[in-house]
């Protein structure tokens, strides 16, 4: 197991398997800018389902035990089942989740969970379908996500990880009514505070709804107590209803946990992050389809996270909460 500058160690791997999303987010791909005249990725510049596994391979014997799955929108990217197989197959991978917008998880849901998914994660930042149009597109239907939900329980995957974010004056008027719909439903929510990830989304401060905010307005509704992660590594603050369920809330940018950060995420045009705010990625698919020996690409990746030494989110609040002016957008790598 490696360890980098600040002696975190490597358990997870985050891969993004296409830049292409249904949902135009104005916190990740608003859609003035991606329009339909936006050039995404071709196909021929991101990585195949072989390469993907076998760099996911070579993480595994740095002590990567856990892959998640994103996008962009990952069930854009045709079959995807066959690479959760291949993933599956690894010596060392004990959970591959994915995390989705739920927009396609109806037709997906029981082959995901075939080929060896463990998990799924699924974004609902609003239960109002007119919020919904506004947020994300007005061709989307609400419902289309909630029959997703569904399809994902019935195929096994319960409890189901919704998450939200919440944004100030967009929908966290919402936060006790996402809280009931799902501690009713039997699913996990995590609330996230709206972040600073990439460039694009115009983030200020002013427009964050803190974690206590968030579990102050829980708290006044539903009787809630503390209760311990599930690992240390874990970046939810985790509450249980005192008459059952559970709730958890992301803090990045009001109560940072770079500090147990293990986390390292590769592109979908093969670049290495060792940050969600990271500026700058490091190239692996060139090496990769020069031939690269597997010896010599396991050297390189360890190299890449025993000189690691982020900790934005520390950075960021120690500076007023000022974002940084350059950073690499979510959607290119899944948040």
């Given at each position: 197991?490696?360890?980098?500058?600040?002696?975190?160690?490597?358990?997870?791997?985050?891969?993004?398997?296409?830049?292409?999303?249904?949902?135009?987010?104005?916190?990740?791909?608003?859609?003035?800018?991606?329009?339909?005249?936006?050039?995404?990725?071709?196909?021929?510049?991101?990585?195949?389902?072989?390469?993907?596994?076998?760099?996911?391979?070579?993480?595994?014997?740095?002590?990567?035990?856990?892959?998640?799955?994103?996008?962009?929108?990952?069930?854009?990217?045709?079959?995807?089942?066959?690479?959760?197989?291949?993933?599956?197959?690894?010596?060392?991978?004990?959970?591959?989740?994915?995390?989705?917008?739920?927009?396609?998880?109806?037709?997906?849901?029981?082959?995901?969970?075939?080929?060896?998914?463990?998990?799924?994660?699924?974004?609902?930042?609003?239960?109002?379908?007119?919020?919904?149009?506004?947020?994300?597109?007005?061709?989307?239907?609400?419902?289309?996500?909630?029959?997703?939900?569904?399809?994902?329980?019935?195929?096994?995957?319960?409890?189901?990880?919704?998450?939200?974010?919440?944004?100030?004056?967009?929908?966290?008027?919402?936060?006790?009514?996402?809280?009931?719909?799902?501690?009713?439903?039997?699913?996990?929510?995590?609330?996230?505070?709206?972040?600073?990830?990439?460039?694009?989304?115009?983030?200020?401060?002013?427009?964050?709804?803190?974690?206590?905010?968030?579990?102050?307005?829980?708290?006044?509704?539903?009787?809630?107590?503390?209760?311990?992660?599930?690992?240390?590594?874990?970046?939810?603050?985790?509450?249980?209803?005192?008459?059952?369920?559970?709730?958890?809330?992301?803090?990045?940018?009001?109560?940072?946990?770079?500090?147990?950060?293990?986390?390292?995420?590769?592109?979908?045009?093969?670049?290495?992050?060792?940050?969600?705010?990271?500026?700058?990625?490091?190239?692996?698919?060139?090496?990769?389809?020069?031939?690269?020996?597997?010896?010599?690409?396991?050297?390189?990746?360890?190299?890449?996270?025993h000189k690691r030494a982020d900790r934005y989110s520390?950075?960021?609040?120690?500076?007023?909460?000022?974002?940084?002016?350059?950073?690499?957008?979510?959607?290119?790598?899944?948040?």
């Amino acid at each position: 197991m490696v360890v980098d500058t600040f002696t975190r160690p490597l358990t997870d791997l985050r891969i993004s398997v296409t830049d292409r999303c249904n949902f135009r987010c104005h916190y990740c791909m608003p859609s003035d800018i991606f329009g339909h005249d936006y050039v995404f990725l071709r196909r021929k510049e991101i990585l195949t389902f072989e390469e993907i596994a076998g760099v996911a391979g070579i993480f595994a014997k740095l002590g990567v035990s856990k892959i998640r799955l994103t996008g962009g929108e990952p069930l854009l990217r045709a079959d995807l089942e066959l690479l959760i197989e291949m993933l599956a197959k690894i010596p060392g991978i004990k959970d591959i989740a994915l995390t989705t917008n739920g927009y396609h998880l109806k037709e997906k849901a029981q082959a995901l969970r075939q080929a060896g998914l463990q998990r799924v994660t699924i974004s609902l930042d609003t239960l109002k379908p007119d919020i919904l149009k506004k947020l994300a597109g007005g061709h989307l239907e609400l419902s289309r996500v909630l029959e997703g939900i569904s399809a994902a329980v019935a195929a096994g995957f319960a409890p189901v990880k919704l998450n939200a974010v919440i944004q100030k004056g967009v929908n966290d008027t919402e936060i006790v009514d996402l809280a009931r719909f799902a501690k009713t439903g039997g699913h996990i929510l995590r609330f996230i505070e709206y972040m600073d990830v990439g460039t694009l989304n115009g983030w200020r401060m002013d427009e964050v709804v803190s974690a206590r905010e968030i579990l102050r307005t829980i708290s006044a509704e539903m009787a809630v107590e503390a209760i311990d992660k599930n690992y240390h590594s874990e970046v939810a603050n985790r509450y249980r209803y005192l008459d059952g369920g559970e709730v958890g809330i992301i803090s990045s940018v009001t109560q940072p946990f770079c500090g147990d950060c293990t986390r390292a995420r590769l592109s979908a045009d093969g670049k290495i992050y060792t940050c969600l705010f990271a500026q700058l990625g490091y190239d692996i698919k060139t090496p990769l389809r020069a031939g690269i020996a597997d010896a010599e690409l396991e050297g390189l990746l360890s190299s890449i996270w025993h000189k690691r030494a982020d900790r934005y989110s520390e950075e960021r609040t120690a500076d007023s909460g000022t974002a940084s002016p350059r950073k690499v957008e979510m959607y290119q790598i899944g948040g």
